[in-house]
């Protein structure tokens, strides 16, 4: 491989012990995913008459496993994402997306599983966009990751829930007669009407 000998040389601190250097050539005894670059030799002859010649250097290296951003409930009619990152893989991997084991298509009107939803898929981000969420769009997700080489690499599973505005909205609900409510995950709250009975002491005022 030539090496890359122009007014600033390659250094050799980085390549210490695992690479040997000459003047016509450089030997990896092993590569590691930094090494991936350009590398340009340069010969000076008569005259100050350069000469260059490149080789562009990608060292492979197999995906890890992906991490999946999935979110665990979206609104119906609302903008959800789910976002696959992986970042050891070289070259950079693409991405792939499950919905309960079942692959998505590019195109989810090509897929009588998937013509309901309404989705874009980036596999190079290895985002997914559901815009608009569906109620069918509920189920268990997960990416996966593979630049051919080694094998694809798989993301845990995560649940997305599907839910309508009001399900996602706090309610309130009626307990009994005498007029106390029973908010969610609150304490019980006992409104006050005009003929609820004065304190002890207190005389009515009259109009």
């Given at each position: 491989?030539?090496?890359?000998?122009?007014?600033?040389?390659?250094?050799?601190?980085?390549?210490?012990?695992?690479v040997?250097?000459?003047?016509?050539?450089?030997?990896?005894?092993?590569?590691?995913?930094?090494?991936?670059?350009?590398?340009?030799?340069?010969?000076?002859?008569?005259?100050?008459?350069?000469?260059?010649s490149?080789?562009?250097l990608?060292?492979?290296?197999?995906?890890?496993?992906?991490?999946?951003?999935?979110?665990?409930s979206?609104?119906?009619?609302a903008?959800?994402?789910?976002r696959?990152?992986?970042?050891?893989g070289?070259?950079?991997?693409?991405f792939?997306?499950?919905?309960?084991?079942?692959?998505?298509?590019?195109?989810?009107k090509?897929?009588?599983?998937f013509r309901?939803?309404?989705?874009?898929?980036?596999?190079?981000?290895?985002?997914l966009?559901?815009?608009?969420?569906?109620?069918?769009?509920?189920g268990?997700?997960?990416?996966?990751?593979?630049?051919?080489?080694?094998?694809?690499?798989?993301?845990?599973?995560?649940?997305?829930?599907?839910?309508?505005?009001?399900?996602?909205e706090?309610?309130?609900r009626?307990?009994?007669?005498?007029?106390?409510?029973?908010?969610?995950?609150?304490?019980?709250?006992?409104?006050?009407?005009?003929?609820?009975?004065?304190?002890?002491?207190?005389?009515p005022q009259?109009?």
């Amino acid at each position: 491989m030539s090496p890359h000998v122009p007014t600033r040389p390659l250094s050799p601190e980085p390549y210490r012990q695992r690479v040997q250097f000459s003047r016509t050539s450089i030997r990896f005894q092993s590569v590691t995913r930094e090494d991936s670059g350009r590398y340009i030799c340069e010969v000076v002859g008569d005259g100050n008459h350069i000469s260059k010649s490149e080789v562009n250097l990608i060292v492979q290296v197999p995906p890890g496993k992906p991490l999946a951003h999935v979110p665990s409930s979206a609104t119906v009619g609302a903008r959800a994402v789910l976002r696959c990152s992986e970042g050891q893989g070289s070259p950079p991997p693409t991405f792939r997306w499950y919905k309960d084991g079942t692959e998505l298509p590019q195109d989810p009107k090509s897929s009588p599983a998937f013509r309901n939803s309404s989705y874009s898929l980036d596999p190079r981000s290895g985002e997914l966009v559901f815009e608009p969420v569906g109620g069918w769009d509920t189920g268990d997700y997960h990416c996966e990751a593979s630049n051919n080489v080694g094998t694809p690499q798989k993301s845990d599973v995560f649940r997305m829930e599907a839910r309508s505005h009001r399900e996602q909205e706090p309610g309130w609900r009626w307990e009994s007669w005498n007029s106390r409510w029973d908010p969610p995950h609150s304490e019980l709250r006992t409104p006050k009407f005009p003929w609820d009975p004065l304190p002890a002491g207190i005389q009515p005022q009259s109009q």
